[in-house]
């Protein structure tokens, strides 16, 4: 079984995906926080404008940010 303290989530996008993401920053870290988690990472597509948002919410409550994007070159 796999507990919360050892898993971290990847893939992810966020609001600031261009037409797939939905889950707003401030609530992503919430729930990551809530559930123990150590870190996240977002990987939206075609964007990485809510990365300054999500980097400084994250190290706001001891959570380390993994910031990625999915590009299409």
Do not use: C, R, W
């Not at 559930?35 to 380390?64: C, Q, R, W």
């Amino acid at each position: 079984m796999v507990k919360n303290q050892d898993f971290v989530h990847l893939h992810l996008h966020s609001s600031y995906s261009i037409l797939d993401g939905m889950i707003k920053i401030d609530d992503l870290i919430e729930k990551v926080k809530s559930l123990g988690m150590p870190a996240v990472a977002i990987t939206d597509h075609g964007s990485i404008s809510g990365a300054i948002h999500f980097y400084d919410k994250a190290i706001e409550n001891s959570i380390k940010p993994i910031i990625g994007a999915e590009l299409y070159i």
